[in-house]
Every structure is written in structure tokens, then in C-alpha cells.
């Protein structure tokens, strides 16, 4: 059996893979085991933040795996503790950190402390979340029902946890708010969903309101986090305040890690939650060792010149396609080309695959772009070229 049988043979198959045989990466370049290199646009979906085969990251991780890789939560864990200190440090909050080991078990930790909030502050329990149409909030049977796309609900997985509200946009959200609600979870840029920013005085208007009527706001930065919008959270670009967020993705730069992170830090009492994984040395040093490289990166000017690159490459490549693509979307190196209506988005996928660039679809009609945030010009530069062979001879 070759590798893609034995795949099919024995790994459940919930997935629609592409069986190309990656072996190595540097950066945004990937090689497969023909030898064959292409341009990563993905970035493992916006987790390999700080590159491929980053020698820092691969060195911290091998020195803390020779002295320990994990002891549980029942004992102090050094670079765990230096971890949520490095986070309330770049955030500029003075906010404390759970950690889980990924994007939806955030999500879940995030919801835990929104319903103990809503026990703990009220005469009636408020329990009620309200989340918008187009997010993604996770997988789990939780997160599912928070995620506001019908098609994620199927009755195959029924029945849902109740007390989960999607609405249209966010004027609906101000309508749909009662005395059982506790907390409003929104993405400031939704990633799945099609790479669509909110407006920021929008999101401030939200922000206020909520303050008043004392519910919470959850943001789920599981995809915006960590310098993947420019600043080291959405949350710090939109200028705003909320009681809890949650990170996972870029945070780890490839090892699995989440966090729920809050301002609320007395509302967990011991036994209330808890992860025999989460935060453990080997996560916790590796993450340290990515923030430290991005914080860097970011103060030395590196990160913003890469962005104004980017976008300027994206945009002058949406000129020359008209025939394919209706405008450039997202911010930072978080972004799109919304295609026009007749563009089979997975035959541009394949094409630009054929051609060595990998890229991403989001919601209905966005080609989406997570490289790693360290991409060179050069590989910006290869990507597109590549790009551009992959569409001229499609109409
Ligand atoms: C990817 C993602 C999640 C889920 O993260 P997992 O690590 O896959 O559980 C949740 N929210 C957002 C916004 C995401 O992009």
C-alpha cells in the first residue's frame, strides 16, 4: 500500500485531502518528496506564524523536551507562568490566562466563564450567547452550535447545547438581547465566513452598549490573534475592551495551544476548569519563543513593511484578473480575493496547487491568503508570479 492507501485505509476520512507528500519546509517555501517546492499562502490555516522549520522555535522546543515536556497542572510550570505574563504585557492589559490546547477548547473555557459570570452577578442565571451569522467558533459539540452556519448544525450530531443565538449582522445583535443574555462572541475579522472586517466604530458602538447593559463581549481571536492583523491582537487595533478573549492558532507556531484570556480573573475558582494538556513546558516554551520572535519583528518595522508589500502585490494582482476577482479583502495577512460570481473557487485552488502555490477558500466566494508572517519579499514576489501562471488561461 502506498501512503495515501494506507491514509484511507486507516485514518477516519473527514477530511477532503490533497495527497501531495510534503517532507520539508523553510519559511513559506514547502518541498515534497518528488523535490518539487511551493509557495505556502496557508501557512497550516494561520498557525505556522513565525515560518516553516524556524531554527528558534526547533531549538527551544528540543531544549526543553530534553529536561521536561510536561508535569500536569498540579505543579508550577515556568514558562507557562512567563507565558501569561508575556501575553498581558503585549495586549497592554493587566488580563490572566487559561490555557487549552486549541481554538474551539478556548472557545468552550471562554463560554465556561461567560455562564459562571452570568450565575455569579445576577438574581435570574443569564446564560444566553449570542453569535453572528458566518462565524466559526470550533468543532466541538459547543462550539458547533455557537457557530453561526445552519449548514454546521446537521441533525446527524443533534441534540445541541441550548442557549446559543446566531443573528444576521451586528444591528441585530442589539435586538435580540433579553434578560437572559450573558455574552455576545464575535470575530473582529470573521476568517471562515469570507475574511470580512467589522467596522471599528461599529464594534465600539457594540462594545459601549454591551458595558450598559452589563453583557459580556467575547472575542474569538483564535484567527486575528497574535500579530496576524498587524497589531499583536484585533482587539488592540479596533481599541477596545472586552471582558474575555480567546487565542489559539498563531500562538503556538505550530504546537497545539489555546488561551482563554479575561479580565475577570477571580471568576475561576479552583476546580472549575482544567486541562491535563493545556499550557504544558513544551507548548508554553515554544510559544514563548514565537512571541518573542514576532515582537521583535513588529518593532523593528519588519512586519508592517511586509503587510504594505502584500497588500500592494494582492492589489495589482486583482487588477490584472478583473475577470476573476471583485476586490481585495481582509487586513494584515489576513486576506481575500472575492471572486466574481461565475469563478469555481476550487478550480482555482487546484490550478494554483498545480502551479506550486498553496491557498485556502473561505465562505462561499473568497480565494483566503494566512501566510506565515514572516514571509519573505521573494516568496511574495514567487507566489504571485506562480499565481499569475495558474490563472491566465482561466476565464
Ligand atoms: C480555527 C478557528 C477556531 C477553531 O480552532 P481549532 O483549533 O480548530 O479548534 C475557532 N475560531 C476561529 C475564529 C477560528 O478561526
Known sequence: M?????????????YARNYVNFKQGKN???????????????????????????????KAICEQANDLIHLSNLYLIEPQAKLAKKISELYGRPVGTFFANSGAEANEGAIKLARKYGLKKFENKRYKIITLEHSFHGRTITTVKATGQDSFHKEDFSPYPTGFLYVKNLNEVYKNIDDETVAVMIELVQGEGGVEPFDKSEIQKLEKFLKSKEVLLIVDEVQTGVYRSGEFLATNLYEIDPDILTLAKGLGGGVPIGAVVTKHKELFEVGDHGSTF????????????????????????????????????LKEFKDRFENLFLSVVGL??????????????????????????????????????????TISKEEIDNGFKRLENAFKNIG
Open 2 to 14: 502506498n501512503f495515501e492507501e494506507i491514509d484511507k485505509e486507516y485514518v477516519l476520512q473527514t
Open 28 to 58: 513559506a517555501t514547502l518541498v515534497d518528496d518528488k523535490g518539487r517546492d511551493y509557495i505556502d499562502f496557508t501557512s497550516g490555516i494561520g498557525v505556522v506564524s513565525v515560518g516553516h522549520g524556524n531554527t528558534r522555535v526547533a
Open 278 to 313: 493545556g499550557g504544558n513546558f513544551l507548548v508554553t516554551r515554544a510559544s514563548l519563543e514565537v512571541l518573542d520572535i514576532l515582537e521583535n519583528y513588529k518593532d523593528s518595522g519588519v512586519l508592517d513593511e511586509h503587510f504594505i508589500y502584500f497588500e500592494s502585490k
Open 332 to 373: 494584515g495577512l489576513m486576506r481575500g480575493l472575492r471572486c466574481k460570481e461565475h469563478v469555481d473557487l476550487s478550480k482555482l485552488i487546484q490550478s494554483a496547487f498545480n502551479e506550486g502555490v498553496l491557498v485556502l477558500k473561505a465562505g462561499r466566494n473568497t480565494l483566503r491568503f494566512l501566510p506565515p508572517l
